[in-house]
């Protein structure tokens, strides 16, 4: 009879099972994987999203805002200003609306609405949400293209010489749009 206590060669082969440190190791190795992998994806689909945006000089930005006043970006030249594309079909803008309202008591603020209907459905989407920002309306799309812009919500950072210093392509933080607007102007 075989004695139990004994190694068999099978069991003297097996590894010993992982300690408590280990599993934590290779668990949180498998995380690390993880974020670096969403991280860079985050990163290429930023990077894709945001390649046909125009750089360097901003195009003109000329015309009427919904309620009827004249606006030229031109007329914010020596301080930065937020232009911000945005859709009253798009779900992701509503939740920017509120940070680009509140930014835009403090800064000087150009919202283009894309392809968002008549000037009235545009001021009664504005009512409704109880938002003051100012707003241009591009029922065709034409200031979307000669920005670049293939998507909303879509903001770019212009410094006081009127060149484009940063752009941001989906949600931006309240926090990130400002500090943008606060490095562009120094």
């Known amino acids: 009879m075989a004695d ?3 190694p068999t060669p099978d069991s ?4 010993p099972a992982p300690t408590a440190r280990q599993r934590w190791r290779r668990r949180l190795g498998g995380w690390l994987v993880n974020l670096v992998l969403i991280a860079a994806i985050v990163v290429g689909v ?5 390649r ?3 750089t360097g000089e901003a195009p003109p930005l000329v015309g009427r ?5 004249s606006i030229d970006l031109a007329d914010w030249r020596g301080r930065p200003v937020l232009v911000h594309f945005w859709a009253t079909w798009c779900p992701v803008c509503r939740i920017t609306d509120g940070t680009i309202d509140a930014i835009a008591d403090d800064h000087a603020v150009v919202t283009v609405a894309l392809q968002s209907g008549t000037e009235d459905e545009i001021r009664a989407y504005m009512h409704e949400a109880g938002q003051d920002f100012r707003v241009v309306s591009d029922p065709d799309g034409r200031l979307a293209r000669t920005w670049g812009v293939a998507g909303v919500p879509t903001s770019f950072v212009i410094d006081g010489d009127g060149r484009i210093r940063s752009s941001i392509v989906g949600v931006g933080t309240g926090l990130g749009l ?3 607007l606060w490095l ?3």
């Not at 003297?12 to 590894?15: L, Q, T």
């Not at 930023?46 to 945001?50: A, E, F, H, P, R």
């Not at 805002?65 to 006043?69: A, I, L, N, P, S």
């Open 4 to 6: 139990d206590s004994e």
């Open 12 to 15: 003297a082969c097996a590894p």
């Open 46 to 50: 930023q990077w894709w999203k945001g």
């Open 52 to 54: 046909t945006l125009v």
């Open 65 to 69: 805002t919904v309620d009827g006043t």
């Open 178 to 180: 400002r500090l943008r």
């Open 184 to 186: 562009a102007g120094r």
